[in-house]
């Protein structure tokens, strides 16, 4: 293998830099070319590339998004698509790729491994850590950070105003951001995929709690569950009470990767070069119980209920807290 490509594709999360930077450096220490494609998919369609040397990615490790960009490609779902995608690849005699993103793009990388007969191995990228078989995905430590950032700061004034405060986080289908904020912030109530809002029930613990003199209130809510307007005008109607939303949006996926961050991308670029070096393609980098291996794209994409049981029991610890 004399040249690999690398690309950054789906939505940003932070650390991304740092998998880029330790794939250009493992790789040119193995004396192998790097060839950087920008805005993923999209832009392996339309043959976007720059070289890249470990020049390239000085000062990087820090620093938030990709400086590869990132896109969503529907042309790259098509037939059509796809094969100006693989011209790509040949022309620039890429002989293996780096994939790092979330679930869309390993679905991508499966069907180029599957279908093309390109080789490639994923680097999870993805702050939902939504992916099975892996503790982990670059990105979702930050992301955690962030919200929790913002609920300590929201916290003040809805003590101060003796509110309720819906805060709806990023996740999609995934519990992880709001179960993981909601504990750590000290939430009173946190709404997640797979659960039925009882409005009966949260109803009556707020009004309970307000007799016992407590008069501020914070739920989580993850996007996949529910819209927090929608649920503060359900929750303004039935109790009479002040119930503001706050939709905390893009800024979830923006900022400084933490230490967490950069450690796990670092380690997971490396080990996804040298998968490459060994033959492996079809496979997406994992940890697992603080071991890094490598798991098959369908295994990854598609079984994705690792966390259930441990969602539930944060949930109940949180509700016992509260």
């Given at each position: 293998m004399r040249k690999i490509g690398v690309l950054t594709s789906g939505g940003d999360a932070p650390g991304m830099n740092a998998a880029i930077r330790s794939v250009v450096r493992k790789a040119t220490r193995e004396g192998v070319e790097v060839l950087g494609i920008l805005r993923g998919y999209e832009g392996l369609i339309n043959g976007e590339t720059m070289p890249l040397n470990s020049r390239s990615v000085s000062n990087i490790i820090g620093r938030g998004g990709t400086i590869l960009k990132t896109a969503r490609s529907k042309e790259f779902e098509t037939r059509a698509g796809q094969e100006k995608a693989v011209k790509t690849i040949k022309e620039n005699g890429i002989d293996g790729l780096v994939v790092i993103g979330g679930n869309g793009s390993f679905q991508g990388a499966n069907i180029l491994d599957k279908e093309w007969g390109i080789r490639n191995v994923g680097v999870p990228g993805t702050i939902d850590n939504d992916l099975?078989?892996?503790?982990?995905?670059?990105?979702?430590?930050?992301?955690?950070?962030?919200?929790?950032?913002?609920?300590?700061?929201?916290?003040?004034?809805?003590?101060?105003?003796?509110?309720?405060?819906?805060?709806?986080?990023?996740?999609?289908?995934?519990?992880?951001?709001?179960?993981?904020?909601?504990?750590?912030g000290g939430a009173e109530e946190v709404l997640f995929p797979g659960m039925e809002i009882d409005y009966a029930k949260l109803t009556k613990e707020i009004t309970e709690a307000r007799a016992r003199g407590k008069r501020s209130w914070i739920i989580v809510v993850s996007e996949g569950a529910g819209s927090a307007i929608v649920i503060s005008e359900e929750i303004g109607r039935l109790t009479g009470l002040d119930v503001r939303p706050i939709v905390l949006g893009h800024i979830q996926r923006?900022?400084?990767?933490?230490?967490?961050?950069?450690?796990?991308?670092?380690?997971?670029?490396?080990?996804?070069?040298?998968?490459?070096?060994?033959?492996?393609?079809?496979?997406?980098?994992?940890?697992?119980?603080?071991?890094?291996?490598?798991?098959?794209?369908?295994?990854?994409?598609?079984?994705?209920?690792?966390?259930?049981?441990?969602?539930?029991?944060?949930?109940?610890?949180?509700?016992?807290?509260?």
């Open positions: 099975g078989y892996t503790d982990y995905t670059v990105g979702c430590s930050t992301s955690v950070d962030t919200v929790l950032d913002a609920i300590d700061k929201i916290r003040d004034t809805v003590s101060s105003m003796e509110r309720i405060y819906v805060i709806e986080v990023m996740g999609r289908q995934e519990p992880y951001i709001a179960v993981m904020s909601g504990l750590a923006g900022g400084s990767p933490d230490a967490s961050d950069r450690v796990l991308a670092t380690c997971m670029g490396g080990y996804a070069v040298a998968a490459l070096l060994k033959g492996h393609s079809g496979v997406t980098v994992s940890i697992q119980r603080r071991e890094l291996v490598l798991v098959p794209y369908e295994k990854a994409c598609f079984e994705r209920d690792k966390d259930r049981k441990l969602h539930a029991e944060l949930y109940r610890i949180i509700k016992e807290l509260s």
